[in-house]
């Protein structure tokens, strides 16, 4: 196993760590008082210097780097996208939507990619890809234990020419932004067959008939606007052309499967840059602050945080390395349970140094003054999003007992 970076990386690197310091660290100002000038009037809105990043991005080539399905990606390996998706999460309001490269999109465009016909592809993944549209990902329940994947009690049922959705839905990301144009829904098409056999994924636009939604659901108090919300959705007798159905039926599952893998590493790289701009701020606020008559960065138990800090980051990275690179050489499925891994250790550590960060903060670190509480929320919600810990390290656990049971 080799880390090292090869040049189309460092390249890659090089160039968005300048767009980073020249327009996007500066933009975040500028984006907090237009969301801030038009939050009464229109609360979802996008603030004007999120088109303006969003051409700098694609005039520098950095556009839809994280898909490497040819021809519409970059073409990048997991491997050699990983350490730019970490740059992107320094500054995960702005950064990951000016390269077109921010979640639910990212792993909805590559499961069009993969799965997705040729008309289905035209009407959405194009104008996905273009940044001209957003996309939503309808799976969660509030009814059921949505962990379980099993439990999922929406329905989609095939009507002569057209399937049909009934369900009720919630924490469907990025469906409040007014330029969500397609919800990617799973819910059940054979209730008879094998529990993961059962479901299927439709594509609804979201202005279909029978589509209501029904209210956006914050996240520590939150609304997690640049994400594009997280919707409660009620789909009551919604009729779609069969020609809808991505995939197969039965294979909403599998599907979902081959979202979720390289979409762990994103998420994982991006908290991992979350975490980094914590310490660094950490660093910065110690050195600069005296209490009991010497800078704080002197007193032991600070210095102790910023070495732990450094060394639960360094062992976070090289676990999501490793598994970026198993998913390149092996595949999703001999990765599986690499990425339960990382889905478990990366936002432990994150939470841990944004925590040890806002401390070192005082009554700032809670202050919506600097971004730790929001990034705190976010690292905290990643134990439970894309699957709970404790799914994850159930299936850790199976592998390592698998070699002592008979």
Known sequence: ???????????????????????????????????AAIADTNPWGRAPIVEDLKKEARSRGLWNLF??????????????????????????VLAPEALNCAAPDTGNMEILAAFGTKEQQDRWLVPLLEGEIRSAFSMTEPEVASSDAS???????????????????WWSSGAMAPECQLLIVMGVTDPDADGYRRQSMILVPKDAPGVTIRRSTSVFGY????????????????RVPASNLLGEEGGGFAIAQARL?????????????????????????????????K????????????????????????LVLKTAWLIDTVGNQGARIEVSAIKVAVPAAACWVIDRAIQAHGGGGVSGDFPLAALYAHARTLQIADGPDEVHLRQVARRELRAHQG
Not at 151 to 169: L, S
Not at 310 to 315: G, P, S, T, W
């Open 67 to 92: 898909l490497p399905h040819e021809p519409w990606g970059a073409g990048l390996t997991n491997l050699q996208y990983a350490p730019l998706a970490e740059i992107t999460g320094r500054s995960p």
């Open 223 to 238: 609304d997690d606007g640049a994400h594009g919300g997280h919707a409660e959705i009620l789909y009551d007798d919604v």
């Open 295 to 318: 800078p704080l960065a002197e007193q032991g138990v600070i210095q102790e945080w910023i070495a732990e800090s450094r060394i639960r980051l360094e062992q976070a990275r090289l």
């Open 151 to 169: 439990n999922i009690a929406t329905r989609i049922e095939r009507q002569g020419d057209e399937y049909v959705v009934n369900g009720r839905k």
């Open 261 to 293: 893998g390289p979409g762990r590493i994103h998420h994982c790289m991006r908290l991992l840059g979350m975490a980094e701009r914590a310490l660094d701020m950490m660093c910065r606020r110690v050195a600069d602050r005296v209490a009991f008559g």
């Open 1 to 35: 196993m080799n880390f090292a970076f090869d040049s189309k990386t460092e390249a890659l690197r090089e160039q968005l760590l300048d767009f980073m310091d020249t327009h996007v660290y500066p933009a975040e100002a500028v984006h907090a008082e237009q969301v």
